[in-house]
């Protein structure tokens, strides 16, 4: 056999073999780089216990995901997701269209300290851009996502400042539908869909702990940080009350 055909022989087993690494081990590296990109998009540590890939099928499974909570919480996580299923649309070099993702049993871990929560100080680590490429590295890909549900989600009190008298029972957060994220831009950045995704996620669990009373005891200053546009309204009709909310305040976040 000459030479070249031996070179073509051992570069031909080499791809086939590297072909072979890639797609027995197509979901752990998805999982690694799913956790380093989640984890630069929310500044907080994001991990998943599992990643079931469908090529033939165009699915994916997520189980367990965890995002930690900040520095200065108790709670070691702020959220953990029980499932999430995914169903891709179209890939490219340049673009990911995700057809529907379907996020189900997401338990929040609530602490309110007198500064804040830890939800607003989550939402305020956020990063709506990705970190500085190298000059050689090409740009992600963006992502568009048709449909996102998120369903069976709780508030978990943790943290409180006022006396529980016992432990406080879970508050359920109303079920999410969002659509067309990033298809008017013809795609966004991972870190900017993830921002599209949590930020209404955490205004809706932050509007239930508002409205079962779990913010009671935050400072007048905490609240208007949260985004208590209403806050002076508010206070004139809870008769003066300055440094407390309590459960008949409804809807303290906005529409």
């Not at 966004?188 to 508002?210: L, M």
Request: aromatic share 4%; hydrophobic share 40%; no cysteine.
């Amino acid at each position: 056999m000459s030479k070249t055909k031996i070179i073509l022989s051992l570069v031909l087993l080499i791809l086939l073999g590297g072909g072979v690494y890639l797609f027995m081990n197509l979901g752990d590296i998805a999982k690694r780089t799913i956790e380093a990109k989640a984890t630069e998009a929310l500044g907080v540590k994001v991990t998943i216990a599992d990643l079931q890939i469908k090529l033939g099928e165009k699915k994916a499974t997520v189980q367990k995901l965890r995002i930690a909570n900040p520095k200065g919480f108790s709670a070691p996580y702020a959220v953990v997701v029980d499932d999430i299923s995914v169903v891709l649309a179209d890939i490219s070099s340049q673009l990911v269209t995700l057809k529907d993702i379907s996020v189900s049993g997401v338990n929040t871990y609530l602490d309110v300290t007198e500064k804040g929560t830890n939800l607003t100080t989550l939402k305020k680590g956020m990063k709506t851009k990705p970190a500085a490429d190298t000059a050689d590295a090409k740009p992600a890909p963006k992502v568009i996502i048709d449909r996102l549900s998120i369903t069976n989600a709780q508030v978990s009190p943790n943290v409180v400042l006022f006396d529980q008298g016992g432990d406080v029972a879970p508050v359920a957060i109303p079920n999410l539908v969002l659509s067309d994220i990033g298809r008017k831009e013809k795609g966004v950045t991972i870190q900017e869909a993830s921002k599209q995704i949590i930020d209404p996620f955490i205004k809706s669990a932050s509007n239930a702990a508002g409205n079962a009373g779990l913010y009671q005891g935050l400072s007048t200053d905490a609240l208007k940080d949260m985004g208590l546009g209403q806050f002076d309204k508010i206070k004139g009709e809870a008769g003066g009350i300055t440094d407390t909310i309590g459960s008949g305040i409804k809807s303290i976040f906005g529409n």
